[in-house]
């Protein structure tokens, strides 16, 4: 039996059309980006790791693994990875142990705004481009989908302004 789709929620269907479509192209505009920066070279697994680490700066392991959605020993090993790079430092966790934070290094902070600058050139033409109407339409519209998108429960651990050491969770949306 086939679904019928409520024609209340066609234009969300569309929408969702159109975000994947915007999504996978911006993958490739970031794959560009990425591969054009000084070496090392950086694989997307880890760069969303670096992102995630530098967005949330002491994001526990344990939280980036559930973020993530990664088993535990492979969100490790990109760690290992990084950390070798001299990307990102694991440090103690003041109330625990047994937990580990993490964070970006100077380094990995240099690599990353090299990425995200070339980033930033590959998009600039195209917005450029865009009559100004429609570039405040696009800034306004992404911003809603943003703060949607962190409503969401699978992303409760990047909420704004939630710090996990005060015993919560997140402090920042996650934008490779």
Known sequence: MTERVRPASEPVHAAIRQVQSIVELLDILWEQARSQTPPPYIPASQL???CMVDREDGIRMRDLTQV???AP???SRLIDRL??????ERGACPGSRREVL????????NQLARIRELRDRLLYQALADMPSPQRIALTEGLASLQHALLSQPALHLVQEGVRPEEGQRGTAA???
């Open 174 to 176: 996650y934008s490779a």
């Open 102 to 109: 993490l964070s970006i290094t100077p380094a990995g902070h």
């Open 83 to 88: 950390q070798a790079m001299g990307f990102v």
């Open 68 to 70: 993530l959605g990664a």
């Open 73 to 75: 020993p492979s969100v």
């Open 48 to 50: 969303r790791v670096m």
